[in-house]
């Protein structure tokens, strides 16, 4: 992975980043809309620290036969040479370091569980890299909306004074859009996987059919609670089939790693910056809350949804959508770190 940034022009950049940043006095809790042109030079070096950090979690991993480990960074390496132009091409969705945090997510939650199984960091590092993929190739028609895009576009029409019909309309059309956008990314993603993880094996074994297919399946359906939380928001429908399937443990596994990113520093960061965008005053405390208090969302998705059992409800953590521990355990820890962040200070006891 290391291989497709050039060591010096990375440090470069950084030393960019850091005199722009220290001229402008930018902080994470004091950004300003000047501080907008620090996040194409942060992209780039965030992606590089975060795999520097991932070779380390790669090295610390409890694999009884060491090979294992180079095997897993040459694996890596290739996937993102293969893969970085699609990261690039779909930043408007998604910044590049997003996929990159996604595979350290991934590794810790499956090393806070204990796991030993070569297989399922393999499996799990595949298809946390290539899980947004999909961005890149997406109908450059279409965009990525959120639901909070949704509510403030709605907040908008109401604020005009327009009539129920006509902002219904609009919230439907918009809303869509936005479904639209979801599964074509997810779909777009799992031909991709099934075109390039193929190319793993030329000099020897390295992901069977069988994995390939499971890694494309779990990328088919990785954002399939957001559909449905789009769905609520306009009261339509929806069940079982629009969530992650939970007999499914690498698709589970994906979700709470892809989710964690929401609560890091860098996935914060990327938010504010959003606000700053849409002319709004970022606040990280509010929405660091926001982010945590999503996570109850998306559990509340599944206790509404037609087909859940009572057994498959008490799998989930202190209400959250986290059901595996260590993915619990790397959420507080982020939660606690980010706030010291903020106060300088331990915060809370987790």
């Known amino acids: 992975m290391a291989a497709i940034f050039h060591p010096s022009i990375c440090d470069t950049i950084g030393r960019y980043a850091a005199t722009f940043a220290k001229q402008t006095r930018y902080r994470l809790t004091a950004m300003k809309p000047k501080h907008l042109a620090l996040w194409p030079l942060m992209q780039l070096q965030l992606t590089y620290e975060i795999c520097g950090r991932i070779w380390k979690r790669i090295d610390s991993l409890p694999l009884a036969d060491p090979t ?13 040479e293969l893969a970085f132009p699609l990261f ?37 590092a595949i298809l946390a890299l290539l899980h947004d993929v999909g961005n ?19 907040e908008e029409l109401e604020k005009q ?7 219904e309309e609009e919230i439907d059309a918009l809303s869509a859009k936005a479904e639209e956008y979801r599964d074509a990314h997810m779909q777009e993603g799992a031909s991709i ?5 193929p190319e793993l094996n030329q000099t020897k074994a390295i992901v069977s059919k069988d994995d390939i297919e499971d890694i494309a399946f779990c990328i088919e359906k990785h954002d ?38 929401m609560v890091s520093k860098e996935g914060l960061e990327k938010d504010l910056f959003d606000d700053l965008r849409k002319g709004n005053k970022p606040d990280p405390c509010g929405k660091l809350w926001h982010n945590v208090n999503r996570f109850r969302e998306e559990y509340e998705l599944y ?3 037609a087909g859940i059992t009572e057994a498959e409800k008490r799998g989930f953590k202190n209400e959250s959508l986290f059901r595996r521990e260590g993915g619990f355990r790397l959420c507080k820890r982020q939660v606690r770190q980010r706030l010291q962040d903020f106060f300088g200070t331990e915060f809370i006891d987790t």
């Open 136 to 154: 890149g190739l997406v109908d450059p028609n279409l965009k990525k909306i959120k639901t909070s895009d949704i509510k403030d576009r709605r």
């Open 303 to 305: 206790t509404e949804a």
């Open 193 to 197: 996987a099934r075109t390039i993880l």
């Open 88 to 124: 690039v091409a779909g930043m408007a969705a998604n910044p590049v370091h997003h996929s990159f945090q996604t595979v350290e997510n991934a590794l810790d939650i499956l090393h806070l569980d204990h796991t030993s199984d070569y297989p399922l960091y393999k499996k799990a």
């Open 161 to 167: 004074k327009k009539n129920k019909e006509e902002i």
């Open 224 to 261: 399939k609670p957001s559909i449905a939380e789009l769905r609520q928001e306009i009261n339509r429908p929806y069940d079982r089939s629009h969530l992650i399937p939970l007999e499914n443990d690498l698709a589970c596994l994906l979700r709470e790693a892809d989710r964690l990113w």
């Open 68 to 80: 294992d480990k180079d095997e897993l960074k040459s694996i890596l390496n290739q996937l993102s």
